[in-house]
């Protein structure tokens, strides 16, 4: 059984910096594509960054580009993601996500979630 199991998330005022953990089990961790997805009350879940399992270099949102870094850890199945220069904007619930070995476009793609973790950026 796939879990993905998140943590991390909190509440930071704008321009504070939040370090998200995802501890992945139940599945060959290095044959899946692993990202985050996020979702702002009201709106539709969308991609923040993935890594996939045949590229070292994670892809990211626009919004995120500069600001996010995801960083992977296979001998602890567990992925990352360094938020800095946090804006009220990135409020929302963050999700782990796993899709066997392409990272998905859209969360319709998306094979498995966690259960998300809630990140509250003030201003």
């Known amino acids: 059984e796939v879990q993905l199991v998140e943590s991390g998330g909190g509440l930071v005022q704008a321009g504070g910096s939040l370090r998200l953990s995802c501890a992945a089990s139940?599945?060959?961790?290095?044959?899946?594509?692993i990202g985050w997805f996020r979702q702002a009350p009201g709106k539709e879940r969308e991609g923040v960054s993935c890594?996939?399992?045949?590229?070292?270099?994670?892809n990211y949102t626009d919004s995120a580009k500069g600001r996010f870094t995801m960083s992977k850890d296979s001998t602890k199945n567990t992925v990352y993601l360094q938020m800095r220069n946090l804006k009220p904007e990135d409020s929302g619930v963050y999700y782990c996500?796993?899709?066997?070995?392409?990272?998905?476009?859209?969360?319709?793609?998306?094979?498995?979630w966690g259960q998300g973790t809630q990140v509250t950026v003030s201003s």
């Open positions: 996500v796993a899709s066997a070995y392409v990272c998905p476009r859209s969360s319709g793609e998306v094979e498995n």
């Open positions: 139940g599945f060959t961790f290095d044959d899946y594509a």
């Open positions: 890594l996939s399992p045949i590229d070292d270099n994670p």
